[in-house]
């Protein structure tokens, strides 16, 4: 499976949108970018994951590059609740297992 | 309330002593997962099963043992804890073992060995 980057942290007004970054230019034609967070003391969460194409849910918005070697995830209006860490996650069509980097430390602040 | 639910939630346990943590989802998922969490907050495949057929196996001791009675249900047991053991375990579970799924979790076993 293709290795992540993201910046360790980030800090985010509340209500704002938190732009959250992942580089992965390793990337192959048949992995997908898969998006989870932890909040503090809880497991994993799955956000949103996509192929190539942009998506959206009603957590967040998932916008990747033409040429897939990065993306973005965006909260639109963050809030207090969605301080967590970030993992942003490239895995192959067909893999189970998911693995986890150091992720994003994302703080929502009043 | 459907979800991936974990006993007990938390463990502590001397060194030598052999304990078992059990993991139940009522997702109708058919793969089940054992991560573990070390206290530098790296999360890591352990296992996973598939209707009960183990097909993935990291490199664990073979002190950790998992079990699945049933596709519902993915037990851990290990065997003569050790110091290092100690972590957060979290279960999951997706609906098959393609990769497309998204995973759901439990809300995680702490696990301190003293």
């Known amino acids: 499976d293709a290795k992540t980057t993201q910046p360790p942290s980030m800090d985010c007004a509340e209500g704002r949108a938190a732009n959250l970054p992942c580089n992965h230019s390793t990337i192959s034609g048949n992995e997908y970018v898969y998006w989870y967070r932890q909040i503090h003391s809880q497991g994993p969460q799955y956000i949103i994951h996509g192929l190539k194409n942009n998506e959206t849910n009603e957590m967040a918005s998932l916008i990747i590059t033409e040429d897939r070697k990065s993306s973005t995830l965006i909260l639109p209006h963050a809030t207090l609740r969605d301080t967590a860490v970030y993992y942003c996650?490239?895995?192959?069509?067909?893999?189970?297992?998911?693995?986890f980097g150091t992720g994003t430390r994302l703080q929502v602040t009043l | 309330d459907t979800a991936v639910s974990q006993t007990p939630k938390y463990l502590v346990t001397q060194m030598g002593n052999d304990k078992s943590i059990k993991c139940e989802q009522n997702?109708?998922?058919?793969?089940m997962y054992w991560y573990k969490q070390d206290s530098k907050k790296f999360l890591k495949i352990m296992f996973s099963y598939n209707n009960k057929e183990l097909i993935i196996n990291e490199t664990v001791p073979n002190r950790f043992s998992p079990k699945s009675p049933d596709k519902a249900h993915l037990n851990l047991h290990i065997n003569s804890l050790e110091l290092g053991d100690s972590a957060v375990y979290f279960c999951a579970s997706s609906q098959d073992r393609a990769g497309s799924y998204e995973q759901y979790f439990g809300p995680g076993t702490r696990l301190t060995v003293t």
């Open positions: 997702l109708g998922h058919d793969t």
């Open positions: 996650i490239v895995k192959s069509g067909t893999a189970s297992k998911l693995t």
